[in-house]
Every structure is written in structure tokens, then in C-alpha cells.
């Protein structure tokens, strides 16, 4: 079975670029999410998504930072525009049973960003 | 009241030592305890979890020891391997906002042969 697929890889932009990363979770979890992993820290909530409705998205950057999970499947997460501070590695995790199930995150390899 | 802090930053140990790494939360409503493991270049897996109402789980030479009335956990790798060396974070889930699981800083540790 194929686990979190994310892409791309690497991504090296000037400020001020608007960057995009594309996740594809396991088939079958319904909840997806979105961390941020800054160099030597552990990774950081930036939104939740039960099916296609974000449920947490408290600590996601509303003024640049946008994502979207359309038909609860793939999802994509956005920066418009980007800030030195924004380079970290995005990380892509999901799970199956929901919110309230203590049910093990499969993570991604990431999309590491770096902002020039 | 959100945080998981750890200890220690880094850890260097001898091929067949113990590892030990430590958490402490403050939220008392966490239920769930996991422990990942993160290798360079790949994103974090699930190495072993803990819940509350045990005091120890251990899985092969991984093991977790769980202090509720201390608001503590550990992780303890026996016989440590160089290919053990990773880094290591432990995580909180649950309370007011749910199945939000809080990472700790990291433990990168170093097993040397």
C-alpha cells in the first residue's frame, strides 16, 4: 500500500513567490494534516482536515497561508506571498478514524522550502 | 498548558547502552502518548504509544514508562544500535482541541558502534 505521497521534494524560491505543495494521503484516511517542521524543532499544527472540512486551522497564517481539500481526498497547501521566516520543511500526515481517535499519523517524506 | 517539553537536546550513547529520553506535558486532559521516530530526509513514524491508565508498555527493546502523577513519560531504548540513530520525539494528543497531536522539540541521538 502506497503511504503519504507529497510533492515536490525541494523547493527553493525568492520572497515574495507564492509557492504550492500537493499532498495525497493514504486511501481510505479521512483526516489529513498539515505540519510545519522548522530546522532542529518538532513539527507544528497548521491545519486539520476531517473529509474536506478543515476542523482546527487555529494555527495556520491566514493572510498567506491557504489550503484547500477538495473532495476530501488530495490536498493543497498554498503561500502568497512567501517570507524568509517560511523556510521549513511541510510536512503531510494522515489518519484514519477521526479526531477523536487516537489513531496513528503516517506522515510524508515533506516538501522542503527554502526562501531566498 | 499546551506544551510537551524535552529533554535532552542530544544524546550520544555506546552501542549497547540505554537510551533514555524524557517529556513532561501540563495538560491533564492528554490521553494518548506517542513516541516517533524521524530518520534524515523522511517524515516521522509512529514507534510506539502509550495511554494513561498503564504505567509501562514496552515493545522489543523500546519501551515507554508513564508518571501520571507527575505529568511524565520516557522513552528507553535497550541494547542501543547505531541504527537506532535518529531523531526522536515524543507527542501529546488530546484535550480541549481534540485529536491535535503536540510534538516536543526532539532528541536527536547519536549510537556510536
Known amino acids: 500500500e502506497a503511504g503519504v505521497v507529497q510533492s515536490p521534494r525541494y523547493k527553493i524560491i525568492e520572497k515574495k513567490q507564492p509557492v504550492a505543495f500537493w499532498c495525497n494521503p493514504i486511501s481510505g484516511h479521512n483526516t489529513l494534516y498539515w505540519y510545519r517542521q522548522n530546522l532542529g524543532q518538532g513539527p507544528e499544527l497548521l491545519i486539520r482536515?476531517?473529509?474536506?472540512?478543515?476542523?482546527?486551522d487555529s494555527q495556520l497564517p491566514k493572510d498567506r497561508f491557504s489550503a484547500e481539500r477538495l473532495k476530501g481526498v488530495d490536498s493543497t497547501l498554498k503561500i502568497q506571498p512567501a517570507e524568509l521566516g517560511d523556510s521549513a520543511v511541510y510536512l503531510c500526515?494522515?489518519?484514519?478514524?477521526?479526531?477523536?481517535?487516537?489513531?496513528?499519523?503516517?506522515f510524508g517524506e515533506g516538501s522542503r522550502l527554502t526562501v531566498l | 498548558q499546551q506544551q510537551v517539553k524535552q529533554s535532552p537536546q542530544s544524546l550520544i550513547v555506546q552501542k549497547g547502552g540505554i537510551s533514555i529520553i524524557n517529556c513532561a506535558y501540563e495538560?491533564?486532559?492528554?490521553?494518548?502518548f506517542p513516541w516517533y521516530q524521524q530518520f534524515p530526509g523522511k517524515g516521522p513514524a509512529l514507534l510506539i504509544a502509550?495511554?494513561?491508565?498503564?504505567s509501562e508498555k514496552k515493545e522489543g527493546r523500546f519501551t515507554i514508562s508513564f508518571n501520571k502523577s507527575a505529568k511524565q513519560f520516557s522513552l528507553h531504548i535497550m541494547d542501543s544500535q547505531p541504527g537506532d540513530s535518529a531523531t526522536y520525539f515524543c507527542a501529546a494528543r488530546g484535550g480541549i482541541q481534540g485529536g491535535k497531536l503536540i510534538f516536543g522539540q526532539g532528541t536527536e541521538l547519536s549510537v556510536k558502534p
Open positions: 482536515y476531517e473529509n474536506e472540512e478543515a476542523v482546527d
Open positions: 500526515a494522515s489518519s484514519n478514524g477521526g479526531y477523536t481517535n487516537t489513531g496513528e499519523l503516517f
Open positions: 502509550i495511554r494513561p491508565d498503564v
Open positions: 495538560n491533564t486532559a492528554f490521553d494518548y
